[in-house]
């Protein structure tokens, strides 16, 4: 029968078997070396953000905001439905943000959270993501599912915009 072992973080503190390299409470961190240590030089804490490097030009949009800006719109609208884990959806991001410039006056474009908005997504019956949703007169008109070209987009905006 085998024997266990239970492994508790006292038992990680008790072991020398493979000691954690530097101290990270240290300012300065040194990795041993055959020859000697090799010492970091001393710099201040970095902070990671994420930026971008202009604003969207597709409008947030949530379940507070959906009846106002979608259902009771005067002009045609676009509605990205995503998620912030999400890679597909990042490449969508640019091209709803292209075609926001491009149709100005005549199109607008939102993005929808599904995460934080997950009602609204059930609602339409939005399984996966990224999806687009076309809107006219309160009307959902045409979708496009998943990452596709902006020719799919452009095409399903012109319908809509002709009818």
Do not use: Q
Not at 11 to 31: C, D, K
Not at 71 to 85: K, M, Q
Not at 152 to 162: D, G, H, W
């Amino acid at each position: 029968m085998a024997s266990s072992t239970s492994i508790t973080p006292s038992y990680f503190a008790l072991t020398s078997v493979h000691p954690f390299p530097y101290n990270l409470n240290s300012a300065r961190i040194s990795f041993p070396l055959k020859n000697g240590s090799y010492k970091l030089p001393k710099h201040p804490a970095l902070t990671l953000k994420a930026f971008s490097s202009r604003e969207s030009k597709a409008a947030v949009v949530t379940k507070d905001t959906w009846e106002k800006s979608i259902l009771n719109s005067g002009s045609p609208v676009l509605v990205e439905f995503y998620a912030s884990w999400c890679g597909p959806c990042r490449m969508v991001h640019r091209i709803i943000d292209e075609i926001a410039g491009e149709y100005a006056g005549r199109l607008n474009c939102f993005i929808l959270n599904t995460d934080n908005d997950f009602p609204i997504a059930e609602d339409y019956e939005i399984k996966a993501v990224p999806v687009v949703l076309l809107f006219k007169n309160g009307e959902k008109r045409e979708s496009v599912v998943g990452t596709m070209p902006k020719d799919f987009y452009i095409a399903a905006i012109e319908r809509v915009l002709k009818s």
